[in-house]
């Protein structure tokens, strides 16, 4: 999708968004708790990059589970980046947040994260060299040995196995609430259209591309998988 449809669809759901993941919250749960662990040995007072906050979800859990650490919440919709301060508000860490709304570029380029983390957020980057250049772009902001831990939808859709997880896939969002008549369709013609799902090697490759040391598969459940790295020394 081109950067204003994203923004405009983000906006557009931000109202409806955490109402929408309810139900699902157990897929994000296991995520969070073992994206925990990944970043268990970083500093108590780490400075914490997180690229595409939506209305906050690992923020909170972060927040939560590392009581001094700093955030700086990136996130290009305004509506969610607003649902997200209200968050950090009302659970009384946003005095440890900084907020920027826009795309990680226009952050100062200052190699000071200990961490980073994007979930379920390169998927949306279609063109393999601007997927490469947004892990480059969270690369050179982590300090030589800084982690990222990040989510994507990603399956080979190709294989013979794609269609049946897929009837799974749908049939869990089915009983997951209301989903307006034909959204589920909308949602299987955009994987691989505005969705980039990709291979999980491949994806592996673009992180490996954009600065950092072979990931490690952390997760999987359904569609979604998740990956931790370590900034490459020559990670810049
Ligand atoms: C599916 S939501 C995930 C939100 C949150 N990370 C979560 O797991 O609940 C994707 C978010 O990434 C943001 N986003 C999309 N493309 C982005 C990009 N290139 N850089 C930073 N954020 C982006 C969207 O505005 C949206 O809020």
Not at 163 to 179: N, Q, Y
Not at 198 to 215: C, H, N, R, T
């Amino acid at each position: 999708m081109q950067r204003d449809s994203i923004r405009k669809a983000f906006d557009q759901q931000a109202a409806t968004y955490d109402e929408q993941w309810r139900q699902l919250a157990p897929l994000n749960q296991a995520l969070h708790l073992l994206m925990g662990s990944v970043f268990s040995d970083l500093p108590a007072d780490a400075h914490f990059l997180c690229v595409g906050a939506g209305t906050g979800a690992e923020l909170r859990f972060l927040a939560d589970n590392f009581p001094h650490w700093h955030f700086t919440v990136v996130e290009p919709s305004a509506a969610m980046l607003e649902v997200c301060r209200g968050h950090a508000d009302k659970a009384g860490f946003a005095e440890r947040c900084s907020f920027h709304r826009d795309y990680l570029e226009s952050l100062a380029d200052s190699a000071d994260f200990h961490g980073a983390s994007a979930l379920l957020v390169s998927q949306f980057i279609l063109q393999r060299e601007a997927r490469v250049g947004f892990f480059r772009d969270i690369a050179r902001r982590l300090r030589p040995g800084g982690i990222l831990a990040s989510s994507d939808l990603s399956f080979d859709r190709e294989s013979a196995t794609y269609e049946k997880l897929l009837e799974v896939w749908f049939r869990m969002m089915r009983g997951a609430g209301d989903i307006p008549p034909g959204e589920l369709e909308r949602i299987r013609s955009a994987y691989g259209r505005d969705v980039a799902v990709l291979p999980p090697a491949e994806v592996e490759a673009m992180i490996e591309s954009g600065g950092f040391q072979p990931p490690t598969p952390f997760y999987q459940a359904g569609l979604i998988r998740g990956w931790y790295a370590a900034r490459s020394p020559q990670g810049q």
